[in-house]
C-alpha cells in the first residue's frame, strides 16, 4: 500500500503526486542525478530503485499524477517557465552504505579552499547551505 507524496518541479515549480511505500526516506529533488544513483522510471518498480526520473508533465505511470499547481518557491530555477515543462528531474531516496547514510557529491557549488593567501585569514566558510531536502509541506 502507498499513499500519494508531493514534489514539485526544480525547473519550473509544477506539483506532482507519486504514490509510493512510506518506508522509503526522500534525500533530495535535483535538477539533475546525483552522482552514484542509479534512476527508475515512475513506470518502474521504483521501490527498489535509489531514485525516480520524472518527466515533468508526463503521468504514464498509475500512480503519478500532476496536480496542476505550481510552486512559487525559491528554489524554482525558472518559475517563468510554461508549466509544466517537460524537462526531467530527478527525485533521490537516502542510501545507506554499512550502515552509514551515502552524501551526494554536489556537482557544481563545490566550494574550494584556497588558503594561504598573503591576505591573511581568510577563513573561508563555505554557505552552511547543504543539499536540498525534501521540502517538508
Ligand atoms: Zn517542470
Known amino acids: 500500500m502507498g499513499f500519494p507524496v508531493s ?3 526544480p525547473h519550473c515549480g509544477a506539483v506532482v503526486e ?3 511505500d512510506g518506508y522509503l ?3 533530495s529533488v535535483t535538477p539533475y542525478p546525483l552522482e552514484g544513483w542509479s534512476y ?6 521504483f521501490e527498489d530503485a535509489e531514485g525516480v526520473r520524472f518527466a515533468c ?5 498509475p500512480g503519478l499524477s500532476w496536480t496542476g499547481d505550481v510552486v512559487d518557491a525559491d528554489d524554482v530555477e525558472n518559475p517563468t517557465l510554461a508549466s509544466p515543462c517537460g524537462r526531467e528531474f530527478y527525485l ?5 552504505e554499512n ?3 551515502v552524501e551526494a557529491v554536489p556537482e557544481s557549488d563545490y566550494v574550494v579552499i584556497g ?3 598573503p591576505s591573511g585569514p581568510s577563513g573561508p566558510r563555505g554557505p552552511d547551505a547543504g543539499p536540498r531536502g525534501p521540502d517538508g509541506f
Not at 40 to 45: G, K, N, R, W
Not at 57 to 61: I, P, V
Not at 92 to 96: A, M
Open 92 to 96: 533521490s531516496f537516502v542510501r545507506y
Open 115 to 117: 588558503g594561504g593567501g
Open 18 to 20: 507519486l504514490e509510493r
Open 25 to 27: 526516506a526522500d534525500k
Open 99 to 101: 550502515g552509514r547514510e
Open 7 to 9: 514534489y514539485y518541479c
Open 57 to 61: 508533465g508526463e503521468s504514464d505511470a
Open 40 to 45: 527508475a522510471d515512475p513506470t518502474d518498480d
